[in-house]
């Protein structure tokens, strides 16, 4: 480590994950807004690809190695191992069409052993198997059960799939990231997470700002110690390290804390992920600022939305257009609470902007209750016993390996209600589907713990006006019933929902559902 250097940074008292472990960055003494915000390489195709199934047919194929890579998380830090699709954190961007499919060769090259502590006692993380596995999803994409990265279809270092992506959907942000059984949470702390855009004429009729003034924003969180290496938290029994929440010191926009970037006077759209394991956060610009929200995890939404803030769970995504052109000159400070993620220098110069923000922005029919064909109750649980002194979630009262009990028929819709009986918000998430959110409505959650019957406490609230555009993940608060509107459409076959706190997923907040033919 280079001890120099972190003295001098860091010469009062840091935090501590363990006794004597190798503490923690503070980040309050990190210099503010010296590195320039790094933007995702676009990933570009090394050949063609035969579609299964589809005689003839053949498409680009794009190769994503996962590697262990060195990066620089802030000038003043010394070097961190990441785990990297494509040399950086975030990975390679997929810039994409809709329509257009593409094929992608994901090749586990990782090291043998993993830097974080796996937990043995979760189910699917078992010690006989191997330490590193990996497996990729494209989360909010409609893709086949065989493309779609099911957590046990994990492979090992040296191993690859390729796997086909039809893009056959509107035009909104995905993000792919690992998928591995019980070791999830950790591989995409390590780093293996990326974006995959996809663009459709419609979207690009509007006029919205693009090319350089289109910046993707992905924030995640991380604990750095300071010689540079990344720090997961452990609970105190070695044999169960898992802890039910990891929330790391150091907020990174584009892999790194605090970075800048210069701006002209102009609209900009921000295209905004929240990759990280559990923080929820609440993004704001400082009085004054036009925020217009046009977009969210499942593309536009009706017409764009003036907001003071925009909260996202882990999984959301927000599409945003920021107008920059009364600040010349001046320093824009992007927050989250009370913390700062980053900086817009916007630049002294006047300039032409031709971009638009348009009245409106695609038709979002909202789905009639009267087409669902059912009605499932779900549970969001709290269990005592699932691992030694901590406390577990459970979808439904069921573990994941009992047999799958949500089969929807293919091309029918349902409503899912979430009844949270936790004092926790969950992000639910649904692999393969997009979906409506009908409402949220406080209950009783004793009586229903206790006599199993549901007694309202206050009117079903509709959704916030950001949420009624197509959605894939929904964050369903403490002490709610939160229903959604599924339409099940695209192809039969095994898939999972589950909480997309990855703690929770890793230890049995997942669930596997198949979409069975009539
Ligand atoms: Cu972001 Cu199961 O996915
Ligand atoms: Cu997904
Ligand atoms: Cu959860």
New binding site residues.
Partial sequence: MSGALSRRAFSHPMIATAPGAVPNVDPSRLARFVDPLPLPIVARPVGRHAVPGDAGARVPLYRAAARAVSAKLHRDLPPTTVWSYGGTVPGVMFDTRSGEGLAVEWANELPVKHFLPIDHSLHGAEASLPEVRSVV?L??AKTSPEND?Y?EDWYVPGKSRTYYYPNEQDATLL?Y?D?AMGINRLNIYAGLLGLHVIRDAKELDLGLPNGRYEIPLVIFDRDVRIDGQLSYPVAADPDHPWVPEAFGELQLVNGKAFPFVEVEPRKYRLRVLNAANGRFYRLSLPQGIDLYQIGGDQGLLAAPLAVKYVQLAP?ERADLIVDFTAHRGSRVVLTSDSFDLMEFRVSDRAVVDPSVLPKSLRAVPRLPESSAVRTRRLTLDESQNLVAESTGMLLNKTPWHAPITEKPVLGTTEIWEFVNLTDDTHPI?L?LVRFQILDRRRFDGFQYMTEGTLRYLGPAMEPDDNEMGWKD?VRVNAKTVTRIIVPFVGYAGRY???C?ILEH?DNEM?RPYEVVRE
Wanted: hydrophobic share 30%; charged share 5%.
């Fill in positions: 999803h989360h909010g990265g957590p993000w990231h998928h999984a998430h692999h993940t999972v929902w589950h997309h997923e997942m």
